[in-house]
């Protein structure tokens, strides 16, 4: 009986002292991890901004951040925000979580619908003569203000070698606005054929206010 009295003992005072200890230090508190996102249109493409509005406790600072893009790629890590290229669209789980100036770690998850947010329709036209021109509509999908789109269409003779091309600029598309456009042949030439047309670069509002659309290069 005195064994068994002894071993009880030992577990209320084990108990006691565990009480003691979270009453004295409380629940551990963690960074609180959040993030927003943009379409990066720099080259029109399904390039993404990721910005971190994480927060962590007083006293402390966020020092490392862990990006998981939900589509296999490897995870990122991180002081800064990050820009991430989708090979499709559709909706992706993207994980962001912190970690602090104490070791301590918080994350968050948010389905981000990716799609390309300058959209060209496919009925456009080409219009042979002086000059040559394609003309079509192109659309806001996003949800956010389009400040500038750069539509480029290239032109081609009947063997498809590349002739010369043509850009046509459309500002201020507010989301779901559509706008018409007509993209002329920098350079005449009798024998153009065919042409294709797509989103070179787009400028969202919702976008970093460094970012500059680069020059065009040769492709």
């Known amino acids: 009986m005195t064994r068994r009295r002894s071993g009880a ?8 002292c565990l009480i003691l200890l979270v009453g ?12 927003t996102w943009c379409p ?5 493409r399904l ?12 006293g402390a600072s966020i020092e490392l951040l862990r990006w998981e893009f939900g589509d296999e790629t490897p995870a990122v890590e991180t002081y800064w925000d990050v820009v991430h290229r989708f090979v499709e669209e559709r909706v992706y789980s993207v994980t962001l979580t912190v970690t602090d100036s104490r070791g301590v770690s918080g994350y968050v998850t ?14 456009w036209l080409l219009t042979l003569g002086y000059p040559p ?15 500038e789109v750069t539509v480029r269409a290239k032109f081609y003779d009947a063997d498809g070698v590349r002739l010369t091309d043509g850009r046509f600029v459309v500002r201020d598309l507010d989301p779901g606005e559509k706008a018409t456009f007509a993209v002329r042949a920098e350079e005449f030439a009798s024998y153009i054929f ?17 970012v500059v659309v680069p020059a065009a290069d040769g492709d």
């Open 9 to 16: 003992r030992v577990i209320l005072l084990l108990g006691s």
């Open 24 to 35: 004295c230090f409380g629940p551990v508190e963690r960074p609180v991890a959040d993030f």
């Open 40 to 44: 990066d249109g720099t080259e029109g």
């Open 47 to 58: 390039d993404y901004w990721f910005t971190s509005m994480s927060t962590a406790p007083a």
């Open 110 to 123: 948010k389905d981000v619908v990716v799609e390309m947010a300058a959209f060209v329709h496919s009925n």
């Open 133 to 147: 021109t394609v003309s079509g509509i192109v659309e806001n999908r996003y949800t956010e203000r389009l400040d």
């Open 194 to 210: 065919h042409a294709t047309v797509d989103v070179e670069s787009f400028v969202a509002e919702c976008g970093p206010s460094w």
